[in-house]
């Protein structure tokens, strides 16, 4: 799967997700703030390890595990601060966003381990 066909599935499912649980969310704008915040970054996320590992994938060993590994801490770096921004500077509440961030974070997991397993599995042994 390209990293544009990528982008647009969890665009697609971002937008699914967060609209089918909208009229279920409390009113309060800030708690619906947080719970898309907690989507964007997660999407975000996925999107950058998906592109670090496809243009790493056809390059030799040492450049796959500097980009997934170095990737992987930055990203970390990124998405705490990106976190203490959303909590202290914009005061978004934690709960809805911590919440949000993992459910994502996790469903996104899955969908990059599946598409990256069936990347690499030869067609015949599926």
């Known amino acids: 799967m390209t990293l544009g066909r990528y982008t647009l599935l969890v665009v697609a499912a971002v937008a ?10 409390p009113p309060d704008a800030a708690f619906r703030g ?4 907690g989507a964007a970054l997660a999407a975000l996320n996925t999107v950058l390890a998906y592109s670090l590992v496809v243009w790493s994938a ?3 060993t040492t450049a796959f595990l500097g980009a997934v590994l170095g990737g992987m801490v930055g990203r970390m770096g990124l998405m705490l601060a990106s976190v203490v921004a959303l909590v202290l500077g914009l005061e978004l ?17 899955v969908l990059e381990l599946t598409i990256l397993h ?8 599926r």
């Open 16 to 25: 699914t997700l967060v609209a089918a649980a909208w009229p279920l969310l």
């Open 58 to 60: 056809s390059r030799g």
């Open 118 to 125: 069936r990347r690499t599995t030869p067609a015949g042994a």
């Open 93 to 109: 509440p934690k709960v809805p966003l911590a919440v949000s961030l993992l459910v994502f974070f996790v469903l996104f997991l």
């Open 34 to 37: 947080a719970v898309a915040a």
